[in-house]
């Protein structure tokens, strides 16, 4: 058979890749330097193609697909969400993503996300943060102590410089998980008995929990003046995390608010409740903070903008670095019209 020309392959970014990649430039720096991209992407919210994401759900879970596009390069990010995965000895979240050029169609980037997913939602977390959290922020509480929570406080300590992280999980070998991994990372951690413990003088509070209901992870009584609140885990119709009172005392910001209405906390509030969107506080159209008693909720359910930023990333330094390999992923006949003739070629002889 004919070896194909350089068209049919497309570089990919394997897990094992991706560790590699992550680990050759430092974990920390990864964080700070997506938190960088996506904020600059945010910048130039506008231009992007934007649709709130295509949903498949079930009893169990959900599938999405997230496409956008800057007119340059065109991505997508396939990931599902099964809260009780765990039980199975599979996770809660797992995803992969590609990147095209549009001038083509063709794909330039084809990666593994699950990783990258937990990258770029801590990522996106911290620079929410950089931008709505009280001045000075040293300690953080983290309610729910799964996949993302490790790389929710490791950006926040490189972004924001977050010191102690306080930890509550409904399950304690959760906690005793993300402490063991956090060992030695330079954060002071605090394992506590429960939400309420872990929010005691935290500044920051990022709930990443997963359950497939509305569940109060957090009430009004725990959340003091001045708290900024990353709420992630409720991301899907009918899985919520707050107490409506919080959203009630809290401003409330938002990624896309099309598709936060459908997925976010505020499904609990009326279709034309106020939000603000972050792109219009990172370009200066909008206030974030206003005083040191208002308490900031980034109503956080991800968005494909932030997915786009974290594939174009990683193209970057993969192609840089090395760390991907070459799938021979796209059909490459000498002939552009005669496919069939490739195929044809390609048969063994009898
Ligand atoms: N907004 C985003 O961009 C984004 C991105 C990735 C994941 N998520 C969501 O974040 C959540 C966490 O994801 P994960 O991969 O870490 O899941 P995970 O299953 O690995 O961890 C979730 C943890 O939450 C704990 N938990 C469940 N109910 C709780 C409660 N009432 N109080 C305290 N802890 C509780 C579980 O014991 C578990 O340890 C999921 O809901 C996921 O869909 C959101």
């Known amino acids: 058979m004919t070896p194909p020309s350089h068209l049919a392959y497309v570089p990919f970014i394997s897990v094992e890749n991706m560790m590699r990649l ?33 949903g498949s759900h079930s009893d169990v879970g959900v599938i999405e697909l997230m496409p956008t596009s800057d007119g340059d390069l065109y991505g997508f990010k396939y990931v599902n969400g099964h809260p009780s995965n765990t039980k199975q000895g599979l996770q809660t979240v797992t995803a992969f993503g590609l990147l095209a050029q549009v001038s083509s169609g063709y794909p330039v980037l084809l990666s593994e996300m699950t990783v990258l997913t937990a990258l770029r939602t801590a990522a996106t977390s911290a620079m929410v943060s950089r931008h709505l959290a009280p001045k000075d922020s040293r300690v953080m509480a983290i309610i729910g102590n799964g996949a993302q929570s490790e790389f929710q406080a490791l950006a926040l300590k490189a972004v ?47 709930t990443c929990t997963a ?88 109503d956080g359910v991800g968005f494909a903008i932030e997915d786009f930023s974290a594939l174009k990333y990683v193209y970057e330094r993969a192609l840089k670095t090395g760390h991907f390999l070459q799938l021979d992923m796209i059909a490459d006949p000498d002939d552009p019209r005669d496919l069939f003739g490739m195929l044809s070629r390609a048969a063994e002889p009898a």
């Not at 977050?162 to 330079?186: S, W, Y």
């Not at 919080?246 to 608010?257: G, K, N």
């Not at 936060?260 to 974030?288: F, K, N, S």
């Open 160 to 206: 924001v410089g977050i010191e102690e992280v306080r930890l509550f999980d409904i399950d304690p070998a959760a906690t005793a998980k993300c402490a063991r991994n956090l060992a030695g990372t330079g954060l002071k951690v605090t394992s506590c008995n429960s939400s309420q413990e872990a929010m005691e003088g935290a500044q920051i509070v990022t």
């Open 22 to 54: 992550v680990h050759s430039i430092g974990i920390e720096t990864v964080l700070k330097e997506l938190a960088d991209a996506i904020e600059h992407d945010f910048t130039r919210w506008p231009l992007f193609d934007k649709t709130p994401r295509v």
């Open 211 to 298: 359950d497939k209901q509305y569940a109060t992870i957090l009430t009004d009584n725990m959340i003091g003046d001045g708290i900024h609140i990353n709420a992630i885990g409720g991301d899907c119709p009918g899985k919520t995390e707050l107490h409506k009172d919080i959203l009630l005392r809290s401003d409330i910001f938002v990624e896309y608010p099309p598709q936060t209405r459908i997925e976010g906390e505020i499904q609990q509030m009326p279709e034309d409740y106020p939000v603000t969107e972050l792109w219009q506080v990172i370009t200066g159209q909008a206030e974030g903070r206003k005083s040191a008693s208002q308490i900031t909720l980034f």
